[in-house]
């Protein structure tokens, strides 16, 4: 008999909703590999070395963005960190999503999770299996909680084949596609909220 009928018991389920303040209290070792969605746990796969390494390559172009902006607008602090939690919203039950990177306020380090309110870009590398999730919940729920751009990578093989540039409307409620980039050109410049270069020679090979 399969495991999962040892499993499935009523011990099991989960006994309440979790709170931003439970979530704070949970092993970090366990928090990495779920979110939550309001209120209930839900698992995530573990990203392969193809998207790990292209949320990393593409998480060192944003910074490389975000440290040639605060240069030029002392007073701005902005950062980058790749795999962390936010917090979507808290009522009327708590929403926590791990995105593969995002680009955010500067914010103390033992903050945790960060809110959405501090950040300004949200990247999503589409692994299979998540493509509804990352192309339609995520979509949503980004956009629900007022992040205004969210970057959605599409991955072929060993390389990133394209990445989507959504943009928050205010008008419509939600996100509006802004432009998509390829590997057409050597380089790619998004321009907007920070202008970042993508060099797309760093975005194949991806594993060696």
Known sequence: MSAIYDWATPDNLQPEPVT???????????CRQVEVVNGQVVRCAAPT?????????????????AEKYMAAHPGECLD??????????????????RPDALLHDCAPADERPLPAAAVKVVIEIVSPGSDKI???DKLGEYATA???FYWLVWL???????VDI?????????????????P????????IPVSTIIDWSHLTGLVR
């Open 20 to 30: 931003v303040e439970i979530w704070r209290n949970l092993p970090e070792e366990y």
């Open 49 to 65: 070395r193809t998207h790990q390494n292209a949320a990393r390559r593409l998480t060192n172009m944003l910074e490389a963005a």
């Open 80 to 97: 980058v960190t790749s795999d962390v939690d936010i917090t979507l919203w808290e009522a009327p039950t708590v929403t926590i999503r």
């Open 134 to 136: 990352d192309r339609v």
């Open 146 to 148: 007022g992040i205004p």
């Open 156 to 162: 072929t093989g060993n390389a990133v084949a394209s």
């Open 166 to 182: 959504h943009v928050l409307d205010h008008v419509l409620g939600g996100y509006r596609k802004y432009r998509t980039i390829t």
């Open 184 to 191: 057409a050109d050597d380089t790619s410049v998004v321009d």
